[in-house]
């Protein structure tokens, strides 16, 4: 009878192997905190830009992460003012949506808004919790006209696994 427990898990253990192996955790910034830890699957691009931000795309080109953080004097109350220079939008606001959201338990807002890249016109959502006394974090998606439903469930599970690792 004990046998069988053990046939279980280990069956249960290999089943989950392929899930495990598909994917790659990043760390960002790697030896700073506070810091991103994402989830995302082992065929998916990531690179750092110029500015320090990371950047992570499908393989379709049409799911585009973007994790960054922006000092503030007081983040708590920084959010909009964020949100708009970021959205860049003429309108006031220039998001279509705001809900509250977290990350880690770290507070703060999901921005939704049809955005302007290039001659395109893409649905964006951004992320922005205040981390501490001195940190914004944002977690941005774009998602562009291609792409398909399995994409954006895939990308839903990435932004659903964010998480924030904060100073002690």
């Given amino acids: ?36 830890r994402c989830l995302v699957p082992a065929d998916w691009r990531s690179s750092v830009d110029t500015m320090g931000n ?14 960054s953080f922006a000092h503030a004097p007081n983040p708590a109350d920084a959010h909009d003012t964020l949100a ?6 003429g309108s006031n606001p220039p998001w279509d949506s705001r809900e509250p959201v977290e990350i880690s338990g770290h507070r ?21 919790v205040a981390v501490g006394d001195r940190h914004l974090a ?6 562009t006209d291609r792409l398909k ?5 895939t990308a839903r599970l990435v932004q659903a696994a964010v998480k924030l690792l904060a100073t002690p």
Wanted: some cysteine.
């Fill in 1 to 36: 009878m004990r046998l069988f427990p053990l046939l279980v898990l280990s069956v249960a253990t290999l089943a989950a192997a392929p899930a495990r192996d598909g994917l790659r955790e990043i760390v960002h910034p790697q030896a700073d905190l506070p810091a991103f």
């Fill in 54 to 67: 990371l950047q992570v795309s499908n393989p379709a080109g049409s799911v585009f992460f973007s994790f």
């Fill in 84 to 89: 708009r220079a970021v959205l860049n939008g």
């Fill in 108 to 128: 703060g807002y999901r921005y939704a808004a049809r955005v302007k890249s290039g001659k395109d016109l893409v649905r964006a959502e951004l992320l922005i």
């Fill in 138 to 143: 944002t977690c941005s998606v774009i998602f």
């Fill in 149 to 153: 439903p399995a994409d954006e469930t």
